[in-house]
C-alpha cells in the first residue's frame, strides 16, 4: 500500500480546513499540506451555499444570541464575542483579497443590512431592550431602531406591505451586514492553494482509518479513491478533522482522551427558496425574527437576500427536522453508530431531557407546502405557494458533552477538541460555524503549535493577516474603528459605496 508523508492533513474540503489551510501556508510556506475531501469536490457539503445559512453571523440580527434573562434584562455577551470574531473573518478575508489570493469580493460576500424584526407588545419592549444594551457598545453604535410605518417600508417592503396596521411592530438595522457565500469563499481558498508548492487536494478519498501506534508520534490517515478503487496511507505529524457532520466519527476513531464522553445530536434544516425576480428585488436585506417556543436556536426564522454562486435568491427557514444522519449524503446508521461504552450515558440523559425538541423536530418534518408558506406570512404576508419550493439545507450535528456529574448537556454553539500534545484538533458543533473560521482556526494554532506559534516570525506574520491579532475589538474602541475602516472599504460593505 502506498505511503504518503506530509506535516499536516486537513480532512474535509470546507471552510474550516480551507481556512487553516491558508492560515498556515503564511506562516511556514514549506509545509507538505494534503487536504482530503470524500466528495468529487469541495465546499459541497455544510459550506455549500444552499446547505449554509450564509449571513456572516456577527450578532447584528440574530436574536437567540442575546437571551433575555428571568428578570428581563438582555445578556449580550455572547453577541459581543460573536462579532468580535467575525471581525477577525473579515481582516483575514480583506488581506487575502489584497494579496490577489482571493478574487473580486463581490464573487463570495456582498453588503446586505442585518434587520431584526419582531410584532407585538412583548416583542416590541423585547427588542427595544436589546437595542438599548447593544446600540451603547462601540461594537453595535451603527445599530437603528424603529417603529415608524415609514421607515419600515423603506428597509422592508414585503415584510410590511399589507400587514394588519393595528399590530404593533418594531425592527433594528445595521447596514453594513453581509451575505457570505461560503462556497464560493472555500472554493477560491482552495483553488489558491492549489497553485501553490507543497499542497495536495485528494478528491473522492475519504477516510476509513485513522489512528497512531501505542498513542504517540505521527498518525496514519488511511483513505480510499472512490474511482480507482486504490487505498492509500498518509502519515502526518498533525491532523484536522474539520468534516462537519463527519468529525465526531473520527475523532472518535482517533482514540485520544479529550474525545471521551462526546455524542452527536444531528438536526436535518429545509428552507423555501424563491427565485422569481419580481419578487427578489423587492427584498435587500436579512430579515431575522425570534424563534418558536421549543425551537433549537439554529431554526430562528429569517427571510434572506442571498446571493449563490453569483445569482440572487430569498431564502425562508430553516425549517428544522429530525434525522440520524451526520452528513446530507451521509448513512441513517451515523447516529446509532457513534454511540460509545464512554458517551452512552451522556446521550442517554440528553435524550430524556429534549424529548420536547425531539417532538418538535419529528412535527418540523411532517408540515405541509402550505404550512411552511404559513410560517413565511409572519414576514411577508402577500407570500404565494405557487412562488416558492423547497430546498433541503445541510446537515448540523449539535453538540452533546459529558457532564462533571456524569449526565449530558446539549449544546448549540461550536467547539475545538484538540489532543493534550497538539497532533490532532477537530471541530465539532454548528452555529455561528463557518462565519467564525479565522478565531477558530487561531484556536487551532494556538492549541497545536503552541512553540512555534509564539515564535517573533509568527507572531508577525499573524499581525499581518490580522492586525487586530492579540488585541481586544470588545475592549479596545479605537483599534475596531481602525480595522472595520479597512475590512468595510476593502470588502465593499459600507453602505455609502
Known amino acids: 500500500?502506498?505511503?504518503?508523508?506530509?506535516?499536516?492533513?486537513?480532512?474535509?474540503?470546507?471552510?474550516?480546513?480551507?481556512?487553516?489551510?491558508?492560515?498556515?501556508?503564511?506562516?511556514?510556506?514549506?509545509?507538505?499540506?494534503?487536504?482530503?475531501?470524500?466528495?468529487?469536490?469541495?465546499?459541497?457539503?455544510?459550506?455549500?451555499?444552499?446547505?449554509?445559512?450564509?449571513?456572516?453571523h456577527a450578532g447584528y440580527c440574530e436574536l437567540n444570541y442575546t437571551p433575555e434573562n428571568d428578570d428581563g434584562d438582555v445578556s449580550i455577551d455572547r453577541a459581543l464575542t460573536i462579532n468580535s470574531s467575525f471581525e477577525i473573518s473579515l481582516q483575514l478575508w480583506s488581506w487575502l483579497v489584497e494579496q490577489g489570493m482571493l478574487p473580486e469580493?463581490?464573487?463570495f460576500i456582498n453588503r446586505t443590512p442585518h434587520m431584526s424584526f419582531v410584532w407585538g407588545d412583548d416583542g416590541v419592549a423585547f427588542l427595544k431592550r436589546r437595542y438599548e444594551k447593544l446600540k451603547a457598545h462601540h461594537l453595535f453604535r451603527e445599530m437603528e431602531y424603529t417603529e415608524s410605518p415609514e421607515t419600515l417600508q423603506e428597509w422592508m417592503p414585503l415584510v410590511v406591505k399589507n400587514r394588519d396596521p393595528m399590530q404593533r411592530v418594531a425592527a433594528t438595522r445595521i447596514g453594513h451586514g453581509a451575505d457570505v457565500d461560503f462556497g464560493s469563499?472555500?472554493?477560491?481558498?482552495?483553488?489558491?492553494?492549489?497553485?501553490?508548492?507543497?499542497?495536495?487536494?485528494?478528491?473522492s478519498s475519504p477516510v476509513q482509518d485513522l489512528y497512531r501506534k501505542e498513542g504517540k508520534g505521527a498518525w496514519t490517515v488511511r483513505v480510499k479513491n472512490q474511482k480507482t478503487g486504490a487505498t492509500q496511507k498518509i502519515k502526518a505529524g498533525f491532523v484536522f478533522l474539520g468534516a462537519g457532520g463527519g468529525a465526531l466519527p473520527m475523532l472518535q476513531k482517533s482514540d485520544i482522551d479529550e474525545s471521551k464522553g462526546y455524542g452527536g445530536f444531528p438536526v436535518s434544516g429545509q428552507w423555501l427558496v424563491c427565485q422569481k425576480q419580481d419578487i427578489v428585488t423587492q427584498h435587500h436585506a436579512k430579515v431575522y425574527g425570534k424563534a418558536p417556543i421549543g425551537a433549537p436556536p439554529m431554526s430562528v426564522p429569517h427571510l434572506d437576500t442571498r446571493i449563490i454562486n453569483g445569482e440572487p435568491a430569498l431564502l425562508f427557514g430553516p425549517f428544522a427536522g429530525f434525522t440520524t444522519r451526520f452528513l446530507k449524503q451521509g448513512s441513517v446508521f451515523d447516529l446509532f453508530g457513534s454511540v460509545k461504552p464512554t458517551n452512552l450515558r451522556p446521550m442517554l440523559s440528553v435524550s430524556r431531557t429534549n424529548m420536547d425538541l425531539t417532538?418538535?423536530?419529528?412535527?418540523?418534518?411532517?408540515?405541509?407546502?402550505?404550512?411552511?408558506?404559513?410560517?413565511?406570512?409572519?414576514?411577508?404576508?402577500?407570500?404565494r405557494e405557487e412562488d416558492w419550493r423547497l430546498q433541503n439545507a445541510g446537515q448540523r450535528v449539535q453538540i452533546i458533552k459529558k457532564t462533571k456529574e456524569g449526565g449530558g448537556k446539549l449544546e448549540f454553539?461550536?467547539?475545538i477538541v484538540a489532543a493534550k500534545d497538539g497532533s490532532l484538533a477537530a471541530l465539532l458543533g454548528a452555529s455561528p460555524g463557518a462565519s467564525t473560521a479565522a478565531h477558530a482556526m487561531l484556536d487551532v494554532i494556538h492549541r497545536c503549535?503552541?512553540?512555534?506559534?509564539?515564535?517573533?516570525e509568527w507572531q508577525e506574520r499573524l499581525r499581518e493577516l490580522i492586525p487586530s491579532?492579540?488585541?481586544?475589538?470588545?475592549?479596545?474602541?479605537?483599534?475596531?474603528?481602525?480595522?472595520?475602516?479597512?475590512?468595510?472599504?476593502?470588502?465593499?460593505?459600507?453602505?455609502?459605496?
Request: charged share 25%.
Open 1 to 56: 500500500m502506498a505511503v504518503r508523508k506530509a506535516d499536516v492533513v486537513l480532512v474535509g474540503g470546507g471552510v474550516m480546513s480551507a481556512t487553516l489551510g491558508m492560515m498556515l501556508r503564511q506562516l511556514d510556506p514549506s509545509l507538505d499540506i494534503v487536504m482530503v475531501e470524500r466528495l468529487d469536490h469541495v465546499a459541497h457539503e455544510s459550506t455549500d451555499g444552499w446547505n449554509n445559512a450564509g449571513t456572516g
Open 413 to 415: 454553539g461550536t467547539e
Open 359 to 383: 417532538r418538535y423536530l419529528i412535527g418540523e418534518v411532517f408540515q405541509s407546502h402550505s404550512d411552511r408558506v404559513a410560517s413565511l406570512r409572519n414576514f411577508f404576508p402577500d407570500a
Open 105 to 107: 469580493p463581490k464573487s
Open 449 to 456: 503549535f503552541g512553540e512555534r506559534a509564539k515564535t517573533p
Open 185 to 203: 469563499l472555500t472554493r477560491s481558498m482552495v483553488k489558491y492553494l492549489e497553485s501553490t508548492p507543497n499542497f495536495e487536494l485528494m478528491l
Open 469 to 497: 491579532y492579540g488585541q481586544s475589538l470588545v475592549d479596545d474602541e479605537a483599534l475596531l474603528n481602525q480595522v472595520r475602516e479597512r475590512t468595510l472599504s476593502t470588502l465593499g460593505l459600507k453602505e455609502d459605496a
